[in-house]
T-cell receptor
Framework: GAVVSQHPSWVICKSGTSVKIECRSL??????MFWYRQFPKQSLMLMAT?????????EQGVEKDKFLINHASLTLSTLTVTSAHPEDSSFYIC????????????????FGDGTRLSIL | KQEVTQIPAALSVPEGENLVLNCSFT??????LQWFRQDPGKGLTSLLL?????REQTSGRLNASLDKSSGRSTLYIAASQPGDSATYLC???????????FGEGTQLTVNP
């Protein structure tokens, strides 16, 4: 169980295009999802925390208007990179934490397979 | 600000060897620590999660230890196999929330 699906896995597009990435929890509900960015041979950097039904919480230095996050249901969060430019090229990974009221906050995050974004 | 460091950055060993990956963190007030595996171009697979009150966790050939007071964790891999080749990341969850802070990983290559 605890499968997170991320789509698309790879996208190449022209500069100026907006790109939407989907993150779905397939077999569990996730009130909270996380979006990370990873540059080659570097670690994951948290971009924002996505909360179902409310506004996302962005990390310092991450542009809210550039990286639009929508978490409209308990199983889906989307990240839209607006007017993407070559410097936005990166590996984007989402994760989701199972929401079960009776459980403690020790639930692990389950990660998607990532989306490789290449902006030409 | 929590900082996580992993040593070594890369490691190459012959098949069958036992090995240890190291992770250190600057703020000992952690909620838990997690070890992940990442294959090239893929997401993360959780290997072991150690609660702050625990000292170690084991899963098959993997054993992770946690010394919270000294800010260290180790991942021990016994009898390494070529299929173990991947990048191993450790991440700490801070007490105050759900944030995970990641190290930069150790790239492991196990040679047949």
């Amino acid at each position: 169980g605890a499968v997170v699906s991320q789509h698309p896995s790879w996208v190449i597009c022209k500069s100026g295009t907006s790109v939407k990435i989907e993150c779905r929890s397939l077999d569990f509900q996730a009130t909270t999802m996380f979006w990370y960015r990873q540059f080659p041979k570097q670690s994951l950097m948290l971009m924002a925390t996505s909360n179902e039904g409310s506004k996302a919480t962005y990390e310092q230095g991450v542009e809210k208007d550039k990286f639009l996050i929508n978490h409209a249901s308990l199983t889906l969060s989307t990240l839209t990179v607006t007017s993407a430019h070559p410097e936005d090229s990166s590996f984007y990974i989402c994760s989701a934490k199972r929401t079960e009221k009776l459980l403690s906050g020790n639930q692990p995050q389950h990660f998607g397979d990532g989306t490789r974004l290449s902006i030409l | 600000k929590q900082e996580v460091t992993q040593i070594p950055a890369a490691l190459s060993v012959p098949e069958g060897e036992n090995l240890v990956l190291n992770c250190s963190f600057t703020d000992s007030a952690i909620y838990n620590l997690q070890w992940f595996r990442q294959d090239p171009g893929k997401g993360l697979t959780s290997l072991l999660l150690i609660q702050s009150s625990q000292r170690e966790q084991t899963s098959g050939r993997l054993n992770a230890s946690l010394d919270k007071s000294s800010g260290r964790s180790t991942l021990y891999i016994a009898a390494s196999q070529p299929g173990d080749s991947a990048t191993y990341l450790c991440a700490v969850k801070e007490t105050s929330g759900s944030r995970l802070t990641f190290g930069e990983g150790t790239q492991l290559t196990v040679n047949p």
